[in-house]
């Protein structure tokens, strides 16, 4: 089975020789897994997924840290993030090559039976999501636990910590045509912002279940492979009886964007994952340029603050619904330069 997806900036072709893999990636992909194309631009990562279920075994292999080992220029995760897959990762030229093979010990197939939705989520990551991140940064790009959207009004970066509702807010946005570029992670170099294929996840999903009762969903209509934010949105929920918005200090933005980033359990296992092959491979940064990028972000653009009234459950209001409402309305006098 082949297929094309464009992720974190990156063209990824997929090869993949294991139906029920397949199956992982394509739901993950969020609707953003298509055919391979006969033309088209070079891709810049190609992943194999081969059916064979032994661990690599390179004699010329020696060992990097716990779990992986270097051999030559590639870097071979004996059992990535817990996976239950062996990953070799190798950079030739212009593409990052990644090739699995699952050999999973006891312990990870026990793992794989009773915690499901937490497999295939891994799975995910160590396969497609992580790889792309890693070579995102390779060409200057930093990780960042964002949404961003484009509505008529222009193009806004939401920032703030997971659960604050940010989700909510772009479901509301695609409900009402604008266009998104990612509903939960994405990187940037500082100027555009390149989203991650991944589902959509909120209370109104239908698919997959996952954390905090919500539910996994394909983007309603194609996704935005990347937007240029025209201002930054931090969001908070606070004990109040309306949506505000507020202008903020560039500092408070760009804080907001590294806590949130680093506090995203969607990115928990990637920073060990991404040392261990810069460290291997000597390319790109030894830590992420979260920091830099933030900054550059914030200063560059006008940072508000976005405050939405809190549910007795401790959700957003739902976005649309007096007295929340949809965020490109409430940005639109800062988005048109209103000084209001």
């Not at 200057?140 to 989700?167: I, M, N, Q, T, W």
């Not at 698919?207 to 905090?212: H, N």
């Not at 995203?264 to 979260?290: C, D, H, K, N, S």
């Amino acid at each position: 089975m082949h297929g094309r997806l464009q992720t974190a900036g990156e063209i990824v072709d997929i090869d993949c020789r294991v139906d029920w893999v397949w199956s992982l990636l394509a739901e993950g992909a969020g609707g953003g897994l298509v055919g391979a194309p006969v033309d088209g631009p070079p891709s810049t990562m190609r992943l194999l997924v081969e059916a064979d279920r032994r661990a690599f075994d390179d004699r010329r292999a020696v060992v990097l840290t716990r779990g992986a080992r270097l051999a030559g220029t590639a870097v071979i995760f004996d059992d990535a993030c817990a996976s239950g897959f062996s990953v070799h990762v190798q950079p030739v030229g212009d593409q990052l090559l990644v090739t699995a093979r699952y050999h999973p010990e006891a312990k990870a197939r026990a793992a794989a039976m009773l915690l499901r939705s937490r497999f295939h989520l891994i799975v995910r990551s160590v396969l497609i999501h992580y790889p792309a991140l890693w070579w995102a940064g390779v060409h200057g790009r930093a990780p960042l636990h964002v949404s961003a959207f484009a509505s008529s009004a222009g193009a806004v970066l939401l920032a703030g910590p997971g659960g604050v509702g940010k989700s909510t807010l772009v479901a509301a946005e695609l409900a009402a045509g604008s266009i998104a570029t990612s509903d939960n992670l994405a990187v940037s170099d500082g100027t555009e912002v390149f989203g991650v294929a991944e589902p959509i996840r909120s209370c109104a999903g239908t698919g997959r279940r996952v954390a905090y009762g919500r539910r996994e969903a394909a983007w309603p209509a194609e996704r935005a492979l990347s937007v240029r934010p025209q201002l930054i949105g931090v969001v908070q929920l606070r004990e109040v009886s309306a949506a505000s918005c507020e202008p903020i200090l560039p500092d408070r933005a760009s804080r907001s964007l590294l806590t949130g980033t680093f506090m995203a359990g969607e990115l928990r296992r990637y920073w060990a994952f991404g040392a261990t092959l810069a460290a291997g491979t000597g390319l790109g940064p030894a830590q992420p340029a979260v920091e830099t990028v933030a900054r550059q972000l914030a200063a560059s653009l006008p940072c508000y603050l976005l405050t939405l009234a809190r549910t007795t459950s401790g959700s957003a209001k739902a976005v649309g619904s007096a007295p929340a409402p949809r965020m490109s309305e409430l940005l639109t006098a800062e988005l048109d330069g209103d000084p209001r």
